[in-house]
């Protein structure tokens, strides 16, 4: 075990657009080399939180080690190592690239580039990766290999002549995939005598074992009983355990060496002390300096995150401690609002990681949440010279003392199909974007560059862009920095009470809009009381909208019939039951759904 | 002695209307016939379980139990009377569905001791019961009318809906009018609910369906227009002229011992509460396995029998009680749980009492006219948490 040859290794990964079928085919590259019989396999082996295969994404970095007998009669060991796909975890997919040589790029034969695909091959030619592309679902009738063969040599610049034409779901051309892994993906290179230095790309939290580091050796070896050091955060420990990662399983060897990807554990308490991207080195023998690109990874979007059932509060901080464990990249702290009473101010990377915790809490931890708006961080200047970084509405200081505000804005790109370049450049304009370029793919398909407020794209911008294209738009986007912009509170309220869950900054030009729609949406969601509700929407004190909820005067149910009072008790009920998960805001009651209204706003 | 109501239910129906989720569907003739074999089956096994009991009210309900033969219902009624002990006035009510009962089946009925008719009429408007489905028009309905009390029925309710699909507020105003000049002794009157899953559902999109404001107005307009011409609310969407409040009704609402025949029928005795199985299957075997001669039956003999908490009761009481416009009995409370109304329900009440939705009058607690309009809200109130 102790001496593998590192001409036989094949350290690589699958990148690809979504829905392009990068899981499926690591699922048949894994069935292909015998690792796990068909019969065992579940679909889509390495996504194996329930939610990634219900959500068809990959949301943490999966590897697995397998054994192919090539043609020339060499074994080789391949480690694949499968990247979330999801421009919110774009770090840990750099990070994840980091530990390969080469990498597949999948493109869908009857859709061809789209703008995921560009990001992710570019991110991997930074990372100096042998790319090559594989053509895939050249089963449907739609697909156009050769059109899709010239864009990427086009575009890319990549050579396609010889791509392998597969379809991942039907098991056709895997056997050429696998060849040509080992002749295109470089084997590693790395002294296994020089000073340990090995990258760290992901983590996850074991009760048993502490924190299992996943890392790839780049230089030096590591072994049970190592003194290890933690480059960037400084945390030292003894190695415990090394392995390398079988399907769904850890398997413990001897030793990794140089060119090897496998796993350490070492009494780690804490995700934190682990972060990806850091390097590992011999505390005894260090290595002269890290790898390089290290960064920490800083929440981008906060919601404020409540237990439906104030009574869950310590449920929900359980839960969040948990997650937290196999999730570095996830920040909470107490905050308390005066509508929704405890709850956590919780830091995300971006809107669809919100999501996942949401859903992960709701589900892994049976709680019922009620999060508030996602707000971005802002940068108040005030007039005696502090700066502050707002990442709760409700804390933004006095108009007096402000002096102005920065909103972080992203640079991003737009592949569309050329007849949506209009409805696609308007959406942008309303979303206060700013025009940056336009480059044609091909006559039908362009690459619109727009930089665009963060806060603009967290709430609906997703779905605005597949609604106004019909499907066809694609958006990757990047952190560009802070701008200077003209930001406003607006402020909501019901039953003249402030409600301060419902408080959300925004651009003041959009401000009015914004609140008319707000107080429409709301009117929907507050059912009727026995007296009037007006809704207002206010900047400063001024009331810029208005919407009444008016009062209830007829809930009567008529018939109960054959003495069958099941029903209406059930209705009496569910009424109840209704009531119970309103939240009283003076003495009129808000349901859970109002405070997620404000969300989706867009109505085109 | 205690009182005991029987319904039984008949699941057939020429053809069902539109907007209806009861359980009840079109059959053969053979259908029917096997299926009041059950019933005959059914009704015997379980009497010995009613020993201590009276009859006081007969329901035959469905569907459209007037669409067995006669001599069929003949017969249930016969098996209920031989094999029940029965009071000396029996309430005994079928429901009919106009264009289903000649005037030949309508003397029938009086023979078996029939002695209420409820008519299924939902509107006099043909084009308003054609967009519900019913197969009946008005013309049919006022046949069914005469034949009734030319056959000899002195007590006759007729159904009536508002908040029908294209329906105006003149028209269901109109349909008012002209029932009440039938002098019916009992009117019943509701607002249609759409329901998921019925067709009318599916295709709401279709019709223009009253406003929320034409609906109460309809309603408003019922209780006002009835009130004038001598039809006493007694029940938040039943009326009825002086004397002739539907005894079997009542039962429901102020909990008297009930138990239902046939498929899916709902029953409630003494705090026990169960219901025959809605599939045809089911209630086949749940019949058929019954042993033929017993001498005890005990609850567990009967599917998902449940006996009601004390909170159970206690919200039934209320939520049930209050359906009734003179409302419930604080000392019949106090009697039937050893706890006074007030220290259960005392800050509800009060709360209610000072929105104006209930009043106290007489030790008893009941709706006000405002508490009537929202009374589910106010109902759900006196669930417990």
């Known amino acids: 075990m102790a001496d593998i040859d590192q001409s036989r290794i094949r350290n690589f990964c699958i990148i690809a657009h979504i829905d392009h079928g990068k899981s499926t085919l690591a699922d048949r590259i894994i069935e292909k080399t015998g690792l796990l019989t068909s019969r065992e396999m579940q679909a889509q082996v390495l996504d194996n939180m329930e939610l990634e295969r219900e959500r068809g994404i990959t949301i943490k970095a999966q590897t697995v080690r397998i054994i192919y007998q090539a043609k020339d009669g060499n074994e080789y060991i391949f480690n694949l190592i499968d990247t979330p796909g999801h421009v919110d975890f774009n770090y840990e997919v750099s990070r994840s690239l980091a530990a390969c040589d080469g990498a597949i790029l999948v493109v869908d034969a009857a859709q061809g580039i789209e703008a995921q695909t560009l990001a992710n091959v570019y991110l991997a030619l930074d990372h100096d990766l042998d790319v090559f592309p594989v053509i895939n679902k050249i089963d449907l009738p739609s697909a156009e290999p050769e059109r899709v063969k010239n864009e990427i040599e086009d575009v890319i610049g990549i050579e396609a002549q010889d791509a392998p034409l597969i379809s991942a779901k039907n098991g056709i051309g895997i056997e050429e995939v696998l060849e040509a892994v080992v002749h295109k993906v470089p084997a590693p290179q790395g002294s296994p005598d020089a000073p340990l230095k090995a990258l760290i790309f992901d983590s996850v939290y074991d009760s048993y074992k502490g924190v299992i580091v996943f890392c790839r050796i780049k230089e030096g070896r590591v072994c049970k009983g190592t003194s290890i050091k933690m480059m960037a955060t400084g945390a030292t420990a003894e190695v415990v355990e090394v392995g390398y990662f079988g399907a769904g399983q850890f398997i413990p060897c001897e030793e990794l060496s140089a060119g090897m990807v496998g796993y350490l554990t070492a009494s780690i308490k804490n995700v934190k002390d682990t972060a990806v991207g850091d390097t590992v080195t011999d505390l005894d023998n260090p290595c002269a300096e890290p790898l390089p690109g290290y960064k920490k990874v800083n929440s981008m979007v906060y919601c404020g995150m409540y237990p439906a059932d104030g009574a869950k509060y310590p449920d929900l901080r359980d839960a969040l401690e948990k997650l937290k464990l196999n999730d570095a990249s996830l920040n909470y702290e107490p905050e308390t609002s005066i509508a929704l009473g405890f709850g956590f101010r919780c830091g995300f990377l971006g809107l669809l990681h919100l999501e996942i915790i949401q859903e992960r809490l709701e589900r892994e931890y049976n709680l019922d949440l009620v999060t508030t708006a996602p707000s971005v961080i802002y940068r108040v200047y005030k007039t005696n010279g502090d700066m502050i970084e707002l990442t709760n509405p409700s804390n933004l200081p006095d108009p007096s003392e402000i002096d102005y505000m920065e909103e972080p804005v992203v640079s991003a790109e737009i592949m569309v199909t050329t007849e949506f370049i209009g409805p696609i450049m308007q959406l942008c304009q309303e979303r206060r974007g700013r025009y940056i370029s336009t480059e044609y793919i091909e006559a039908t398909r362009a690459l619109l560059k727009y930089e665009l407020p963060l806060n603009e794209i967290i709430y609906d911008f997703f779905d605005a862009l597949k609604s106004r294209s019909r499907g066809y738009a694609s958006f990757d986007y990047e952190l560009k920095g802070y701008e200077q912009s003209s930001l406003v509170k607006l402020d909501i309220l019901i039953n003249h009470d402030e409600v301060d869950a419902l408080s959300f900054i925004v651009h003041a030009d959009s401000a009015y809009e914004r609140g008319r729609k707000m107080c429409e949406k709301l009117k929907d969601e507050i059912p009727r009381h026995l007296f009037e509700i007006p809704i207002q929407a206010a900047v400063g004190g001024k009331i810029i909208a208005r919407e009444t909820v008016k009062a209830m005067r007829k809930d009567v149910l008529a018939k109960c019939y054959g003495g069958d009072i099941t029903r209406k008790k059930k209705l009496l009920e569910k009424q109840k039951e209704g009531k119970k998960r309103m939240r009283q805001v003076g003495n009129v009651e808000i349901p859970q759904s109002a405070f997620m209204s404000v969300l989706k706003l867009d109505d085109k | ?385």
């Open chain 2, 1 to 385: 002695m205690r009182d005991l109501s029987i319904y039984i239910h008949i699941p057939f129906c020429v053809r069902k209307c539109l907007y209806c989720d009861f359980l009840s569907y079109a059959a053969s003739a053979a259908e029917m016939k096997s299926y009041v074999n059950l019933l005959l089956r059914q009704i015997k096994a379980e009497s010995v379980f009613y020993r201590d009991h009276r009859v006081v009210s007969v329901f035959l309900g469905g569907g459209t139990p007037s669409l067995l033969p006669a001599e069929e219902v003949g017969g249930i009624l016969r098996a209920v009377r031989e094999n029940y002990r029965m009071a000396d006035e029996v309430e005994t009510t079928i429901e009919c569905n106009p264009g289903t009962a000649a005037a030949e089946k309508l003397k029938d009925y009086i023979t078996y001791g029939i002695n209420r008719l409820s008519i299924g009429l939902q509107s006099t408007k043909n084009e308003e019961l054609a967009r519900i489905g019913r197969i009946h028009n008005y013309e049919t309905f006022l046949n069914t009318y005469q034949a009734a009390r030319e056959a000899g029925f002195t007590n006759i309710n007729i159904d009536l809906m508002a908040a029908l699909p294209g329906q105006s507020i003149a028209s269901y105003r109109e349909s008012l009018e002209r029932v009440t000049a039938l002098l019916p002794e009992h009117i019943s009157a509701y607002s249609l609910i759409l329901e998921e899953g019925t067709p009318l559902y599916d295709r709401r999109e279709q019709y223009h369906f009253p406003t929320e404001e034409e609906d109460r107005n309809m309603y408003q307009m019922t209780k006002e227009y009835l009130g004038e011409k001598g039809y006493q609310r007694y029940e938040i969407s039943n009326y009825a002229r002086e004397g002739f409040a539907c005894r079997h009704n009542q039962v429901y609402w102020q909990r008297g011992d009930y138990v239902g025949f046939g498929l899916g029928a709902a029953s409630m005795v003494r705090d026990v509460r169960w219901s025959m199985p809605e599939s045809m299957g089911a209630y086949q075997d749940y019949v058929e396995g019954m042993p033929v001669r017993v001498d005890n039956l005990s609850y567990r003999h009967f599917p998902g029998a449940y006996v009601l908490t004390i909170q159970e009761q206690m919200e039934e009481f209320m939520f049930l009680g209050l359906r009734m416009m003179c409302g419930v009995d604080c000392r019949t409370f106090d009697d039937k749980f050893g706890q006074e109304m007030e220290a259960v329900y005392g800050p509800v009440i009060a709360q209610m009492m000072s929105q104006g939705l209930i009043q106290k009058e007489g030790g008893r607690i009941k709706l006000t006219d405002r508490g009537i309009d929202v009374s589910n809200y106010v109902m759900a109130e006196f669930l417990f948490e």
